[in-house]
């Protein structure tokens, strides 16, 4: 099987179980067997794409969104994901919260989808680094980076 076939298959397999997903509803507390992470909840408002600003209330949650462009997904480009899970500039402004799943199916192909919650007043910038495999692709889309500020 070539690489775009592959992929492919992987963009299908990937929209079955985001679909599977999505029938969860609404975000809620996780069972027992899952205590550690929080289910996806049914949409992600408000959310960030690369690039983005947006200003919140402590408490909030905010979902960073990394979609893989359709144009990454063929031809000889590396197997696996672009960006590595983003990470704040100070936790302290911007926590990092486990969803128990990452990748769902947007419009455009196969979206990882990571949670935060604002905590006290400032600013953080998420930011995320492309995998090493994407790191000597000539073509590579640029790494993850997207500004928050919280509110007290």
């Not at 289910?39 to 979609?67: C, I, N, W």
């Not at 199916?105 to 989808?113: A, L, N």
């Amino acid at each position: 099987m070539s690489v775009a076939p592959a992929r492919a298959a992987i963009a299908l397999a990937l929209a079955g179980a985001a679909l599977a997903v999505a029938g969860c509803g609404a975000a809620h507390t996780a069972s027992p067997k899952t205590a550690s992470c929080m289910r996806q909840p049914h949409s992600f408002s408000p959310y960030l794409l690369s690039g983005s600003r947006l200003t919140v209330h402590a408490g909030a949650l905010v979902y960073a969104v990394e979609g893989e462009p359709e144009e990454y997904m063929t031809g000889r480009n590396p197997p696996v994901f672009p960006w590595s899970p983003p990470r704040s500039s100070d936790p302290s402004v911007l926590r990092s919260v486990l969803l128990c799943k990452t990748y769902v199916s947007g419009f455009g192909g196969p979206e990882k989808v990571f949670a935060f919650r604002a905590g006290r007043a400032g600013t953080a910038v998420l930011s995320a680094s492309l995998q090493p495999a994407w790191k000597s692709v000539s073509h590579a889309p640029a790494p993850f980076a997207a500004t928050v500020t919280v509110r007290g």
